[in-house]
């Protein structure tokens, strides 16, 4: 496998065309600059393949995090709705807390006092989606 050691910048010889990968590397330069509150600076000039796969990584993390959260929310969303009792509540968070990331399986399973099984999906629809 060929592994580059820098991202390469290209050059666009016309002055309005697109160019894809500055475009891709000026959106993440512009959310790790707003969202991190990291100094303005071209950060993807000095990023390796091995650093974009680390930072994938890292954001599927995220990815699992929101899951966890809104599955959480689920819980104490549900709970009230089907009278489940305090202990039953809190059994269920338990098991969702005690549930590894990408585990085979659903997110809130409860074999008792009634039988749910959910799961749970992060998708956010995009702003053109939306317009559509």
Known sequence: MLVQ???VTLVTTMSNAYNRQHALQGRLNAFLCAHLSLPQRDYCATLTVESLLAFKTALSDINNLLTLLLALEFVEWVAPRLSLDEATRLR???RVLSTKPNANGFDVVAPEPIN???EVKTTVPTRSACTQ
């Open 5 to 7: 050691t820098k991202m």
């Open 92 to 94: 269920l968070r338990d």
């Open 116 to 118: 749910l099984v959910a």
